[in-house]
């Protein structure tokens, strides 16, 4: 038996933001302009309390998990089915530094404060990386996107510069206020070992565990407007009048496999923090959460999730005979 887990007119305002690498790739679909209004729902509730459903079915499936089988290369993990019950757990509850991770939660404080998502925010030196020096094509005083389109830059390339324009635009306290909003959020969802000191993720005190983070990202897959931009695999954006687009691939090279059907994701990569993958998927009709921390390499999160999906097929495939 395994045991249960638990915008229309320019604004510019004053008020810093994985140090993520933008690639671009070619014959990108143009994405919509607009997202969805974020979906109101009780997410603290829904989050301390997984259960609801009957998963005698569920226990019977994950009944042939041979958890010595799984052997993954990353320091922190965690891997959780839609009913809260832990599959596969490796000092999950490590706490440690998330880096862009944390563009989930700025995404979610965005789409929870009801601000427009059609007003056009214009990229400030204030945005500018002085931490890391990480790069973007969002050039200064020139950029210009939707909301919408800087959380979908956010998301999908990891863009700094839109996650920090985020913070800074959303509430009139400006970042302070912000940086507030994902601590309560945080806390709300019941993610007790989690702190954020930033919304782009390049300050190394923004820390978490492989535990909360699942919380965080179950929480994200209740936004459609998030569903849509992390899951995207290539997208173009215009943030200069008349000029061509730009065109962004995400991150996560797993959502343009069609091996894989895949709702959330995120990145994350600082010295500090190591290679981060944060996801919740589809594994032979069933949603899987998943949570790898502080990898070695650029691809050991990759390498890792393959490993996690094998081992699981390979399972439930083994109890279906």
């Not at 009957?54 to 019977?60: G, L, V």
């Not at 994950?62 to 290369?73: F, I, S, T």
């Not at 890391?132 to 909301?147: F, H, Y």
Request: aromatic share 4%; charged share 20%.
């Amino acid at each position: 038996m395994l045991p249960t887990a638990l915008f229309l007119a320019p604004l510019v305002l004053t008020g810093s933001a994985c140090a993520g690498n933008n690639q671009e790739g070619s014959h990108a679909p143009v994405i919509s302009s607009r997202l969805h209004a974020p979906e109101r729902t009780n997410t603290s509730n829904a989050l301390g309390h997984w259960g609801g459903t009957s998963t005698s079915q569920r226990r019977d499936v994950w009944g042939g998990l041979n958890r010595k089988a799984l052997q993954v290369h990353v320091t922190s993990a965690i891997v959780v089915d839609e009913n809260g019950r832990q599959l596969y757990a490796k000092n999950a509850n490590m706490v440690t530094p998330i880096a862009s991770v944390t563009k989930l939660m700025t995404a979610m404080i965005v789409l929870d404060s009801g601000v427009s998502l059609d007003r056009t925010i214009t990229i400030i030196d204030q945005d500018r990386d002085r931490l890391r020096n990480s790069r973007s094509r969002l050039r200064i005083g020139e950029a210009r996107l939707t909301r919408a389109d800087m959380i979908r830059a956010a998301l999908v390339s990891s863009d700094n510069r839109a996650a920090h324009a985020l913070g800074r635009t959303t509430f009139r306290g400006g970042m302070p206020e912000f940086i507030k909003a994902m601590n309560r959020k945080a806390r709300a969802l019941g993610m007790r070992n989690t702190y954020f000191a930033d919304c782009s993720g390049l300050d190394a005190r923004n820390r978490s565990t492989a535990e909360d983070l699942v919380k965080m990202v179950r929480a994200s897959t209740r936004y459609s407007s998030i569903r849509q931009a992390a899951a995207t695999g290539e997208m173009q954006l215009y943030p200069f009048s008349g000029k061509p687009p730009l065109r962004y691939r995400n991150t996560n090279p797993l959502v343009r496999n069609p091996e894989w059907q895949i709702e959330v994701s995120k990145t994350g990569f600082i010295n500090e923090a190591g290679r981060c993958l944060v996801m919740s998927t589809v594994i032979n009709n069933r949603r899987i959460y998943i949570v790898l921390l502080h990898g070695s390499g650029k691809l050991t999160p990759v390498g890792d999730s393959n490993r996690i999906r094998n081992w699981l097929l390979t399972s439930t495939q083994t109890v279906s005979r």
